[in-house]
């Protein structure tokens, strides 16, 4: 069974940064032929893809993210990174981690929480 595990989060100013890490436990290779993701979820707000990154590398950014957030992934350690920069209050939400197997299945970490003070 796969687990994903994310870390990074915290309570940052406005302006700020963050880098966020999910670790997926589990076979390497599963790993590197995986898309993986980053959602959010605001208070009160359906879950989001906020990026994505292929098992070849490509990326894809919601609107809002594109210019200040980077997802980047670590084949040999099983991680993918979200760094996020010029943090926005409206970034706030629970971040979670999504990979989905070259075979269809899917694993969800638990979230970290980002709260970005104005």
Known sequence: QVQLVESGGGLVQAGGSLRLSCTASGRILDFRLSNLDWYRQ???KQRELVAAIT???STNYI???KGRFA???DNAVNTVYLQMNSL???DT???YC?????YGQDYWG??????VSS
Do not use: C, F
């Open 98 to 102: 999504h990979q989905r197997t070259d």
């Open 42 to 44: 605001a208070p009160g």
């Open 88 to 90: 926005k209050p409206e």
């Open 55 to 57: 098992s070849g590398g």
């Open 63 to 65: 609107n809002s993210a």
């Open 93 to 95: 939400g629970v971040y």
């Open 110 to 115: 638990k979230g970290t929480l980002v709260t």
């Open 71 to 73: 997802i980047s992934r």
